[in-house]
């Protein structure tokens, strides 16, 4: 079973930054496309950025040009850099995976991890 753990959330004032960093139990060169998604409360769990294994990425409008998303296949990881950060960026930030795996697809989910923007 993949395992993606999460870390780097926490408090930060408006106009801080964070990093994020996602951490796989397995190579990551086995999933096409990594991401990170977030979710406010009350509200739907939403695509942030997402990066394939081809380094091609795409973000949400809401972040574009303030938050950046690499993968690095020796470490494992996939980490989301956010710059400016706002009060609507609160939320919990979840890492994601897909593979194909015998022709199926599988999606796999970390835990997730808070970032709060706050004075």
């Known amino acids: 079973q993949v395992q993606l753990v999460e870390s780097g959330g926490g408090l930060v004032q408006p106009g801080g930054s964070l990093r994020l960093s996602c951490a796989a139990s397995?190579?990551?060169?086995?999933?096409?496309?990594m991401g990170w998604y977030r979710q406010a409360p009350g509200k739907q769990r939403v695509l942030v950025a997402r990066?394939?294994?081809?380094?091609?990425?795409n973000y949400a409008d809401s972040v574009k040009g303030r938050v950046t998303i690499s993968r690095d296949n020796a470490k494992n990881t996939v980490d989301l850099q956010m710059n400016s950060l706002k009060p609507e960026d609160t939320a919990v930030y979840f890492c994601n995976a897909n593979r194909l795996y015998r022709g199926s697809p599988y999606e796999y989910w970390g835990q997730g991890t808070q970032v709060t923007v706050s004075s």
């Open positions: 990066i394939t294994s081809g380094g091609s990425t």
């Open positions: 397995e190579t990551i060169f086995s999933f096409y496309a």
